[in-house]
């Protein structure tokens, strides 16, 4: 019997209904289709935070602090995203983060902001603690999109970046153990832990950011997802906002995160568009669901959000006055 995917559809989306309830926000609702015409009046529920990982829960608490203390959206992105560059232990975003082949940290971040439609972004900058900073510059302070490398670097030492050095001893002996292992082709080691920010503010106005030091032990030069608009991250403010972490390459391909807004455009809520655009990918690709290792966020205007993955254990915060916590998204697997 041919499987109908409209019905596979259908049947993963009913199957997660009830993941992201949290106390004051509805949870995503897998069958109906708000449009903007429709979107509750969700002053109660907004502002809403939405990251990707565990780790996200401290990156959207400190959005939140940020507004909470009278500061603007755009600062609430960075200082929740900085919070995570800052953090040592963690081993895929800043300081700290997973060298390329070579021994040398390489990061990408992205900074985006729903009114004026408005970008920035960094590719493969080495020695600058806080990506997401130089990306928002990038996006403030000149009329360009997106830096890359050496370039990238002296635009943040004009900004008043110091160089530093981002390899930690520990990410050193692990990059030592790894070359070491090496006989020919080196495999990648896929280690997904990109943080990527969504906020929508009390008016309904969206913003988001990313940063991340990439795949693990990546070829020198080489740019992920994560920087690219529409792959990474996009934000389209009469629409919503979509973010991934996972294998940049696998996301790059199908510009996932513009596919997850363009379905929320066309009447998905935030959960449902997630689904939409794995399955989407997953149908197209040769590598096939299990090997994917895709996984996105979501929120709409109204607040709505949204998650889903195919790596096992991908895991989403969720951040608004009333609560804060850390969820177990929607996994979808070939079965
Ligand atoms: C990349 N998408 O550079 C990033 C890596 C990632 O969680 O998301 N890790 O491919």
Not at 15 to 35: L, Q
Not at 146 to 156: D, E, R, S, T, Y
Not at 159 to 183: C, D, F, I, M, Y
Request: one cysteine or more.
């Amino acid at each position: 019997m041919t499987s109908n995917p409209r019905r596979e559809f259908l049947k993963k989306s009913a199957a997660v209904v009830a993941c992201g309830s949290i106390a004051g926000i509805s949870p995503p609702n897998a069958w109906s289709s708000p449009t903007l015409a429709d979107s509750p009046n969700s002053n109660a529920v907004r502002p809403v935070f939405i990251a990707t990982w565990n780790f996200g829960k401290a990156v959207c608490d400190e959005a939140l602090a940020t507004i909470q203390r009278g500061d603007s959206m755009p600062d609430a992105i960075e200082n929740g995203i900085r919070l995570c560059e800052a953090d040592a232990s963690n081993n895929s975003v800043g300081i700290g983060g997973t060298p390329n082949a070579d021994g040398v940290v390489q990061l990408d971040a992205v900074f985006m902001t729903g009114p004026g439609h408005r970008a920035g972004s960094v590719g493969g900058l080495e020695g600058i603690a806080h990506p997401i900073s130089v990306a928002r510059a990038v996006m403030e302070k000149t009329n360009h999109v997106l830096l890359v490398g050496a370039g990238a670097q002296k635009f943040a030492v004009e900004q008043g970046h110091p160089v530093v050095n981002l390899l930690t001893e520990n990410s050193r002996v692990a990059w030592e153990k790894w070359k070491a292992e090496q006989v020919v082709q080196p495999p990648v080691k896929d280690d997904h832990d990109t943080i990527t920010l969504l906020g929508v503010d009390e008016k309904g106005d969206i913003y988001g950011g990313c940063s991340t030091s990439g795949r693990g032990y990546k070829l020198a030069g080489r740019v992920g997802d994560s920087p690219i608009i529409g792959s990474g991250l996009y934000v389209d403010n009469h629409v919503g906002a979509a973010g991934a972490t996972g294998i940049g390459e696998n996301v790059m391909r199908y510009c996932g995160s513009f596919l997850i807004v363009e379905f929320m455009r066309g009447g998905a809520t935030p959960q449902q568009a997630c689904i939409k655009a794995i399955n989407r990918i997953a149908e197209m690709d040769p590598l096939g669901i299990d090997k994917l290792e895709i996984n996105f966020i979501a929120i709409n205007k109204a607040g709505e959000f949204g998650a889903a993955g195919t790596s096992k254990g991908f895991q989403y915060a969720l951040t608004t006055r009333e609560a804060s916590a850390v969820h177990d998204a929607t996994i979808l697997t070939a079965k």
